[in-house]
């Protein structure tokens, strides 16, 4: 037998063909470089025409905002019987967006994915934005933003405490850590290319800034290290930690005895919809990023490409917990199960739910195809498709299970209004205006970890041989 | 800590620091370099190298157990906590349900283990490696700010009881170095 040649052991096993991570030629030195350039070059002018148009959506959130707080939230559009409306569903799209980042940032690197590298920093800051906007509107929708320190448990001269048996409160404990935890792993990751930065601009200025963000690393093997083992112990601590945000948020419904709420199939779904979401947001800012920062060496058509089989995977999974909650309101027999599964489908909000089907299970579909899933310009339209579709599954969720729920006089309808819209856009502004600033400032691929990748450096456990 | 030393006592360089081209050199120079008995040696390079760290005798980080104290804190933390808010200072009787529900406590407890010990991790790891650190004599070659580039260095340190300018800058040089240059304090 031929495997007699090799000692009697089976041949090894030929790994299949990959296109490289990085475009061929790229050394140390030219990703430093090609990264840090990004940075530290003048400011195109591209730039400045995005970062107005997002600050000026900026503007619309705080006219919102203020207006919200001289009035109250009477200036939405909630009311009995809906008391959650775009409030509690941007708070859940913005999270769910969120959970992309980390995923890249600690699950993918646990399993050795090296393609997340050229990813994962910007990924991370989206993260962090994202959950900033989210945390405002648990915040907005208290009535007294102003006292929000309610609830957090702290010894008060009122002698109250949290209840720590609802939800609510586990969402506060589980946002706020999500938050704190993938901040600093954001951090800790910065530092060695802060450091970077710090000995490559010429300003002095910036050296100083750039210096103080980097704390004096100088890139010592026993820094080093140390280094590795708190990113790969944070990447293990994050990873449950991501699972546990959104299984908490979807508690805040599954907990609460309403048709269409009350089902085990929520966490599951909801993370999956959250990893869905986020990887649509991730190629919505990748896509735009690459071409216009000319980061097509790194970002590549690899990456595209992966995103999308993740984005149709989690797109399925999604998929299969719609057919799943139908199944459960059948399969309960509980006459308010069954009238609000047959209420989101031929209902008043039918269109939302048809339009929730298409954008979720139907258009992505065509990323079968290897073709769609290697175009940027496709990629990017299913993206926001995607993004349509999962706000649109929140207003479902939140809207159709509460307007009819169990005493038909106490129906009602839903619509946002103005100021409802107002926040949601401000808080895209939100969002832009500080991923705009981030991509100025801070190197948007993480530089020291694409060392690790180019062909020829000693990474270690990261290096792929190259093909 | 060398510039707190008394100035009579304190060598005249920090040390000497060997610049390479290539992470092999590096890696090769770090082992001789140990063997040789030199023990205050550091390695900077411009991304991790186990190989490198491992040379040199780093073998096991502290990290991992100050990690775990730091869970352990946050979860013990967490869930006495909400036993003490919700049990023994302000108990809510709600239909007769016992106050010490501890399956709701679960989730806070969980979220309290996991901040406790990421933020463990982080400043743990900046303790141990001494940052931040505004001032370190390495920084006084100007080459060396092509070590978060795409340059390796091996810095031996004048403390070093092996230490001698002449001998040692002989075997630097000997290892494939590209540069041999004094470190100022």
């Given amino acids: 037998m031929a495997t007699l040649e090799n000692g009697g052991l089976p041949a090894p096993l030929e790994k299949p063909y990959r296109p490289p991570i990085v475009a061929p030629g790229h050394t140390t030195a030219s990703v430093t470089d090609k990264i840090s350039e990004v940075v530290l070059q003048r400011t195109p002018k591209w730039w400045f025409f995005g970062f107005a148009?997002?600050?000026?959506?900026?503007?619309?959130?705080?006219?919102?905002?203020?207006?919200?707080?001289?009035?109250?939230?009477?200036?939405?559009?909630?009311?009995?019987?809906?008391?959650?409306?775009?409030?509690?569903?941007?708070?859940?799209?913005?999270?769910?967006?969120?959970?992309?980042?980390?995923?890249?940032?600690?699950?993918?690197?646990?399993?050795?994915?090296?393609w997340?590298?050229?990813?994962?920093?910007?990924?991370?800051?989206?993260?962090?934005?994202?959950?900033?906007?989210?945390?405002?509107?648990?915040?907005?929708?208290?009535?007294?933003?102003?006292?929000?320190?309610?609830?957090l448990p702290y010894p008060n001269t009122m002698n109250l405490w949290p209840q720590f048996r609802s939800p609510l409160i586990w969402d506060v404990f589980a946002v706020s850590t999500y938050a704190t935890v993938s901040a600093l792993f954001w951090y800790v990751g910065l530092v060695p290319d802060l450091a970077t930065l710090r000995d490559r601009s010429s300003n002095r200025l910036a050296k100083v800034i750039y210096g103080f963000g980097a704390m004096g690393w100088r890139g010592s093997a026993a820094h080093w290290h140390n280094y590795e083992t708190a990113y790969l112990l944070l990447a293990g601590l994050a990873t449950p930690l991501v699972l546990s945000v959104h299984t908490v948020v979807s508690f805040d419904f599954a907990i609460g005895i309403v048709p269409g709420w009350h089902a085990t199939i929520f966490p599951p779904y909801f993370v999956a919809g959250a990893i869905y979401a986020g990887f649509a947001m991730v190629l919505t800012l990748a896509i735009p990023l690459r071409h216009l920062f000319k980061l097509e060496d790194f970002i590549t058509t690899?990456?595209?490409?992966?995103?999308?089989?993740?984005?149709?995977?989690?797109?399925?999974?999604?998929?299969?917990?719609?057919?799943?909650?139908?199944?459960?309101?059948?399969?309960?027999?509980?006459?308010?199960?069954?009238?609000?599964?047959?209420?989101?489908?031929?209902?008043?909000?039918?269109?939302?739910?048809?339009?929730?089907?298409?954008?979720?299970?139907?258009?992505?579909?065509?990323?079968?195809?290897?073709?769609i899933r290697t175009s940027p310009l496709w990629l990017f339209a299913i993206s926001m498709v995607v993004s349509v579709g999962m706000w649109l599954e929140r207003f479902i969720i939140v809207i159709t299970s509460l307007h009819r729920d169990f005493l038909p006089g106490s129906w009602g309808m839903y619509h946002g209004t103005i100021w409802d819209w107002g926040t949601f856009i401000g808080t895209i502004g939100l969002f832009l205006t500080l991923f705009f600033l981030f991509i100025r400032f801070l190197p948007t691929i993480s530089i020291f970890e694409m060392r690790t990748i180019v062909p020829g450096s000693h990474g270690g456990e990261y290096t792929e041989v190259p093909r | 800590m060398s510039a707190l030393q008394h100035p009579a006592r304190r060598p005249p360089i920090y040390g000497l620091m060997a610049e390479f081209r290539s992470s092999d050199d590096l890696i090769a120079a770090s082992h001789r370099i140990y063997e040789a008995g030199y023990r205050r040696v550091d390695a900077f390079t411009p991304y991790p190298i186990e190989e490198v760290s491992e040379a040199l005798?780093?073998?096991?980080?502290?990290?991992?157990?100050?990690?775990?104290?730091?869970?352990?804190?946050?979860?013990?933390?967490?869930?006495?906590?909400?036993?003490?808010?919700?049990?023994?200072?302000y108990p809510m009787n709600i239909g007769g349900r016992p106050v010490h529900s501890w399956p709701a406590f679960i989730v806070p407890t969980f979220e309290c283990t996991i901040l406790g010990a990421a933020l463990a991790a982080v400043f743990g790891m900046f303790?141990?490696?001494?940052?931040?650190?505004?001032?370190?004599?390495?920084?006084?070659?100007?080459?060396?700010?092509?070590?978060?580039?795409?340059?390796?260095?091996?810095?031996?340190?004048?403390?070093?009881p092996k230490f001698d300018p002449d001998e040692t800058r002989r075997l630097l040089t000997g290892l494939n170095a590209s540069e041999v240059s004094e470190v100022e304090h």
């Fill in chain 1, 53 to 114: 148009a997002s600050f000026s959506l900026l503007m619309v959130f705080l006219v919102s905002v203020t207006w919200l707080f001289v009035k109250g939230v009477g200036i939405w559009g909630v009311n009995w019987p809906i008391g959650w409306g775009f409030a509690i569903i941007c708070f859940v799209w913005w999270i769910g967006i969120g959970h992309a980042g980390t995923l890249i940032s600690a699950i993918l690197l646990l399993l050795r994915q090296e």
């Fill in chain 2, 127 to 160: 303790f141990l490696n001494g940052l931040p650190q505004p001032y370190h004599p390495v920084f006084n070659v100007p080459r060396f700010a092509m070590a978060s580039r795409d340059r390796y260095f091996l810095v031996v340190e004048a403390r070093d």
């Fill in chain 1, 116 to 151: 997340r590298t050229s990813i994962n920093r910007f990924a991370e800051a989206m993260t962090l934005f994202a959950v900033a906007c989210a945390g405002l509107y648990p915040v907005l929708h208290l009535g007294r933003p102003w006292l929000f320190y309610w609830l």
């Fill in chain 2, 57 to 89: 005798g780093h073998h096991r980080s502290k990290l991992p157990g100050i990690v775990l104290g730091g869970g352990l804190l946050g979860g013990l933390g967490g869930y006495f906590l909400q036993y003490w808010s919700q049990v023994l200072v």
């Fill in chain 1, 302 to 371: 690899r990456h595209l490409q992966n995103m999308g089989k993740v984005m149709l995977a989690t797109g399925m999974i999604v998929v299969y917990g719609y057919m799943t909650e139908l199944f459960f309101a059948w399969y309960s027999g509980n006459v308010y199960e069954m009238f609000m599964a047959w209420n989101r489908i031929f209902g008043p909000y039918r269109f939302h739910w048809y339009t929730l089907i298409l954008c979720n299970a139907v258009v992505p579909q065509l990323l079968w195809l290897r073709r």
